[in-house]
């Protein structure tokens, strides 16, 4: 598939939430909500990942690789900015995120830090690489979600009844996702000692990765629903995990504001074959498109 190749570059954006409704999109606080938590994981994430790629760049050989690290690094740290704003802006309607947000920076800063539960006995000196290369590869699982989930964005009409500027930079940042697919991807590639080692291992990440992504956003969902006084609200926070993956289904096939469980199951499966490259799980054009007519870019100026 040919794909333009475009210089990376964190892109200076302006969201104002101040009018934002909490439920964004009408009448379904089912998504409303579950976007919403997105808020509340990425920017612990998401500066982690800047953090450990930053302590990759040593390893990197290739110029052009490390170049297009580099401007990962800043596209990252500026998604993790707007997202900060989008916890204050949760915070301002009376959500109280801090349980939540401990468990997300326990798993960033504590489990998945240099030093694993800070335990310095459990990462003997010549383990430090190898655990470095780990954390890149669940880099590249979770960029695996965040592209498709960027590809699916692009392709879907169902936020354009929602408000304006919170679908703007949902948009934005999965078009930037677009954008860079392929970069945790090759990293990890580029660090494994071989092509053996580097598919058994991705497949063991994803493993890991998939059932506590889906862990995350449900729970996010439902710490965020569990203070709403809405009907719905009160629902979404008694349900479980599995009956709220059957709620997502649902939702995203009548309304289509979510993608279905079965989309992202079917997309996740692409990432066991052997010839698996995120260059074919998206359409960079397209992302530049919408990154060029995104309202936030072009209130910038």
Known sequence: MSQPRVELKARKVKFDLSDSPVHWLPGDVFSSHLINGIHLLLPAGELWFCRVYNKALPHISDPQLKEE?????????AHAQAHRHGEAWLREHGYNVDDYLGRVNWLFETLLNDMPLNKSWLMPKQMEKQWLIMRVGIVAAIEHFTGLL???CLNSNGW?????VVADLFR???AEEVEHRTVAFDLYEHLCANNASFYLSRQAIMA????LFIYFITE???SLAGQDSHADGKRIARSSVLRLLFELEKVGRKKDNVPTFSF???RTLRWLSPRFHPITEGNTQQALDYIDRSPAAQAIG
């Open 69 to 77: 690290v580099k401007g990962f690094i800043r596209q990252e740290g």
């Open 150 to 152: 960027g590809d699916w």
């Open 160 to 164: 354009d009844s929602g408000d304006a």
């Open 172 to 174: 934005w940042h999965l």
């Open 208 to 211: 890991l990765v998939f059932p």
């Open 220 to 222: 996010s969902a439902r």
């Open 264 to 266: 992202l199951v079917e």
